[in-house]
Structure formats: structure tokens, C-alpha cells
């Protein structure tokens, strides 16, 4: 492994400022651009005209023993909207936010394009704060632009009203805007532990694919242990075991507990995983 030599100020080139090296816009555009980034766009703001044609060639949805946001799907443009907000928690999700950040820097590092941002030189604590800070926006547009496309698209095919809930209840749709944007900002603070685990699988391997396989397969698996009831209150310290807790926000009275849970749970995990990256990366081989 070779040893990490910081640059120093006295020899450094003339006008060089390492806290101006690779600007936020810089990598903002460089990952706009990139393929999948378009594709991922693309495929969430496709997705609401796919479950509208689906409701529209099999008609309303039927009606369970148990009521859910899917049931209520075409009662307004809010329910459409939350429906798709139900959809994507867990899994759908997942996928954009792991990309976006376990493809940030494996990427680099297969394209053997790493060695020359390093080299340029960018401190390796900046490089991993811009790329990590870059992946998050993008992981944040993605989260809002399924609901919001959906809430699009729900008040034009079935009309702008009240929030019809599954308790029963129902919500004015003035009132359930700002409650469906606490859901929304939720879901994206619930799925920062995802991003901050791909981010540190990212730094570990030259591997994009193994980064966010990783951190979606781990997402899976903690999905599962929820569903043992035998472990009892030990699924407490699982992520997945707050990830619906947005749903909180949607009821007549609005409840915290659950969600302030979830957040501090997804929060501290991803300090641990964001040090890891950081350490680990301080010390790695970019030249091989």
C-alpha cells in the first residue's frame, strides 16, 4: 500500500487553494451527465404513467380485508400521489440512492480516472465531502421527483381532493401537501444509511456494481430480519424497521416518535459508515 504524502503549502504550485479544487458545480454536471443518472430520471418519472395505465386497464383497485394507500390509489391526485410514495419505500427507492452514491467513487477508480483527480492535486477528504455531498442532492431529487411527478399526473387523471387515509380518515388537500412533504423528507433522511453503506462500499472497491449490489442486498436482508417477529425488539436497531414510519405523518394527528426514531437510527449509522469511508480511504492505493 503506498503511503499518502499531503501536499505541502511552501512547494505547492503558484494560486493553488486545495479548498478550491473540484467545485461543487463541477461534480454536480460531471454526474448530470453521466448515462445513468439520465436513466434513473427517466425511468421514476416514466413510473407514475405506468401504475396510472395499469389502474386504467385493470380499473379501481379492489378492496382487501386491510385497507392500504393502493386501495385508495385514483380517490385524488394526493392519494395517486402517496400511493407511489408507498411503492417505492423499501425497495424502489433504494436502488437510485445506492447507485448515486456507490457509483461515485468505484466508478472512478475503475475508469483509472481516480489516480489523476488525486493527482491534481484534490485532498482525498474534499474529493470523498464533494462526491458524497453530490450523491446525496441527486439521491434527494430522486426520492422527490417520484411523488411529485405522481402527484402530477394523479390530479390530472382523477382531480385534485381531499387525502382519503386507510384509518378512514381524511385529511383537506391543504392540509396533506405539507404532511406528504415531512413523508418525503423522511424517506430521503430514512435512506441516507443506505447511501452513507454504498458510499463506504464505493471507497473500499474498484467494483461500481459491487458497491451498489452491496448496500441494495444488505437493504434486502435487514427488510427480512424485520419480518421475524421472534427477534423481537432487537428489530428496533434495524433501518428497515422504521422505513414506513412516514406514514406517521399522513394521520389526523400527526405523530413524531416513529420517525424522529428512524431518522436518529439512519443518522448514527451513517456517521460510522462515513468514518469508516474516510479512514479507509485516507490510506488507500489509487496507483494499482
Known amino acids: ?20 479544487t473540484l467545485p461543487l458545480r463541477v461534480e454536480a ?36 380485508n386491510r385497507t392500504t394507500f393502493i386501495e385508495l390509489a385514483t380517490a385524488s391526485g394526493v392519494n395517486f400521489a ?9 425497495f424502489l427507492l433504494v436502488i437510485p440512492v ?63 381532493g381531499d387525502l382519503k387515509l386507510p384509518t378512514g380518515a381524511t385529511l383537506s388537500a391543504g392540509e396533506a401537501l405539507p404532511r406528504l412533504a415531512i413523508a418525503v423528507l423522511y424517506v430521503f433522511l430514512a435512506e441516507i444509511v443506505v447511501g452513507a453503506l454504498a458510499f463506504w462500499l464505493s471507497t473500499a472497491t474498484d467494483a461500481p456494481l459491487g458497491a451498489v449490489g452491496g448496500a441494495v442486498f444488505v437493504s434486502i436482508v435487514t ?34 416518535g416513529g420517525m424522529v426514531q428512524g431518522v436518529v437510527l439512519s443518522l448514527s449509522y451513517s456517521v460510522v459508515l462515513l468514518a469508516l469511508s474516510f479512514r479507509g480511504f485516507a490510506a488507500k492505493d489509487v496507483v494499482s
Not at 52 to 61: C, E, H, K, R, V
Not at 227 to 251: F, I, K, M, N
Open 29 to 64: 454536471m460531471r454526474q448530470l451527465r453521466r448515462r445513468r443518472t439520465l436513466v434513473i430520471g427517466a425511468v421514476l418519472a416514466l413510473l407514475p404513467f405506468v401504475v396510472l395505465a395499469a389502474f386504467q386497464i385493470g380499473g379501481t383497485p379492489g378492496r382487501e
Open 82 to 90: 402517496t400511493t407511489l410514495l408507498f411503492m417505492g419505500t423499501g
Open 223 to 256: 427488510g427480512v430480519l424485520d419480518a421475524v417477529t421472534a427477534l423481537g425488539s432487537l428489530r428496533e436497531w434495524l433501518p428497515a424497521h422504521w422505513q414506513y414510519a412516514w406514514a406517521d405523518a399522513l394521520q389526523p394527528q400527526l405523530e413524531w
Open 1 to 20: 500500500m503506498s503511503t499518502v504524502t499531503p501536499v505541502d503549502p511552501g512547494t505547492a504550485a503558484p494560486g493553488y487553494r486545495p479548498g478550491r
Open 98 to 160: 445506492a447507485l448515486f452514491c456507490g457509483d461515485s467513487v468505484a466508478s472512478e477508480a475503475s475508469w483509472s480516472s481516480l489516480r489523476y483527480l488525486l493527482a491534481a492535486p484534490v485532498p482525498r477528504a474534499r474529493l470523498l465531502a464533494r462526491k458524497f455531498t453530490v450523491a446525496l442532492a441527486f439521491s434527494a431529487a430522486a426520492v422527490v421527483l417520484l411523488p411529485a411527478v405522481g402527484l402530477l399526473v394523479g390530479t390530472a387523471a382523477y382531480g385534485w
